[in-house]
């Protein structure tokens, strides 16, 4: 089995066949193409973020808990905006 070096500063060493497998894995995209929420998903996270497990809510729309509680968040936080005009 061959093994290349990965990162030298922290002496790890992986194999050349796991290397492959995530150099193959999808990129982290931070800043990239962002999920575009529709209505309906907002209106489902307005109606049961907080009376449903919020993981449930967020598997069911096909989403990470995370995505879903930070659009939930900046959803509320628009409503606070508006109520205050």
């Known amino acids: 089995m061959s093994r290349i ?5 922290a002496g790890v060493e992986i194999s050349a066949e796991m290397a492959a497998k ?7 995209h931070p800043g990239g ?3 575009q929420w529709t209505a309906e998903e907002d209106a489902v996270l307005l109606k049961y973020w907080r009376i449903k497990r919020q993981v449930d809510v967020a598997e069911l729309l096909g989403l990470d808990d995370n995505t879903c509680r930070y659009r939930y968040r900046d959803l509320m936080k628009q409503r606070e905006v508006r109520n205050d005009e």
């Not at 070096?5 to 500063?9: F, H, T, V, Y």
């Not at 995530?22 to 982290?28: C, K, R």
């Open 5 to 9: 070096a990965i990162d030298q500063s």
């Open 33 to 35: 193409p962002k999920h």
């Open 22 to 28: 995530l150099e193959a894995l999808e990129d982290a």
